[in-house]
């Protein structure tokens, strides 16, 4: 039996991606800018198997329903490229809580894509691969690459773009992310159907979508200038716009839950008090907190005693995506 295995990082968008356009392609409607972590992943074993469909497993659970299917829709891509129609077996582990707004899509989807790559001899390059990721989840494009990675929003006229690279920042950034888990049940609106919402009902998804593009541009100018303090209000500035086009959805939705506010209040005291912190939050009650590495102890510390945390992480920067 012929087989292959990938493992691929989780990312956190600091600038974010929210809506698709219109399409089959998956193409994201803005571009983003992401932060790859080292703390978390996906290990997906891939082999071809003599059964009449795909079989996915997630945490030695086999999956049926939506989870299966994207999977199968996803190889079925593969398939098609390749001019192999054989079915997989899809074993994978996650590092970290699946469907909790942890990015666990963007660690599974681009492990899956690096291991198809290799199984059905795609020969793709990193940005074909990361585009092929970006299939199966938009942030999966992202998890191809580690550190700092820049995504572009997909094209509406030609349907081109969609893509990401890595992006060379200025070292004294020096970052870490801080993951307070704030829940330990999976979220109840995926984030496929969050933004298909937003896209449909909020009157706020068009000036989301008419000024992101520059919040991208000088956020990336900062990363890459090592403007720390730009990096960080633009992070926050980011989340918040993305979570308000929620709350103006018809009938509104939020993925916040109390202790989300309360870490937010916290990191935000924590700043007039003089510490450099920043948090985002994505389709999920978690908060992570930007800052840098001489801070980054200091900060946990403080964030730790709030009560009800499920769990807390300091996150490096973590590489892109590999074969093992
Ligand atoms: O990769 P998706 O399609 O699950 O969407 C991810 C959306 C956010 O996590 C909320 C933002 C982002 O850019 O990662």
């Known amino acids: 039996m012929k ?6 990082h989780t990312n956190i968008a600091l600038i974010k991606y929210w809506g698709k356009l219109p399409g089959h392609l998956n193409l994201p409607a803005t571009g983003s800018l992401s932060l790859t972590l080292e703390n978390f992943g996906t ?52 590092d970290v809580p699946t469907r909790s707004g942890l990015a666990s899509s963007a660690s599974g989807f681009a492990a899956l894509s690096l291991a198809a790559n290799q199984l059905f001899s795609l020969n793709l390059n990193p940005i074909d691969l990361s585009q092929l990721a970006r299939v199966g989840s938009g942030s999966a494009a992202r998890s191809i690459f580690g550190e700092f990675v820049y995504m ?25 992310l801080i993951v307070v888990q704030c829940a330990s049940t999976p979220k109840k609106i995926s984030s496929r159907a969050g933004m298909m919402h937003t896209s449909a009902t909020s009157p706020y998804y068009s000036s989301w979508i008419a ?11 900062a990363a890459m200038q090592g403007d720390f303090k730009t ?15 929620m709350l103006a959805a018809k ?9 989300t506010i309360t870490v937010m209040n916290r990191v935000k005291a924590l700043r007039d008090d003089g510490a450099h912190c920043y948090f985002t939050m994505d389709a ?13 102890q200091a900060i946990t510390n403080e964030l730790r005693k709030i009560e009800g945390i499920v769990q807390i992480d300091i996150a490096k920067p973590g590489p892109g995506a590999k074969l093992i």
């Not at 000024?211 to 100018?221: K, M």
């Not at 009938?251 to 202790?259: D, H, T, V």
């Not at 999920?284 to 801070?295: D, Y």
């Open 3 to 8: 087989s292959t295995c990938a493992y691929a």
């Open 43 to 94: 290990q997906t074993a891939l082999s071809f198997i003599d059964a009449p469909q795909d079989v996915f497993v997630l945490n030695n659970q086999q999956q049926i329903g939506e989870p299966l299917l994207r999977v199968q829709l996803f190889l079925d891509i593969v398939r098609a490229l390749s001019k192999n129609d054989q079915h997989c077996l899809v074993d994978s582990r996650n």
């Open 152 to 176: 572009h929003p997909g094209s509406p006229v030609d349907k081109t773009g969609g893509y990401a690279e890595p992006l060379t920042t200025d070292p004294s950034l020096d970052v870490r």
């Open 211 to 221: 000024t992101h593009a520059q919040d991208l541009e000088e956020a990336t100018r």
């Open 231 to 245: 990096l960080g209000e633009l992070t926050e500035h980011s989340t918040l716009k993305m979570h308000a086009s």
């Open 251 to 259: 009938p509104a939705f939020w993925y916040f839950e109390p202790l």
């Open 284 to 296: 999920g009650p978690h908060v992570k907190v930007l800052c840098q590495a001489q801070q980054a």
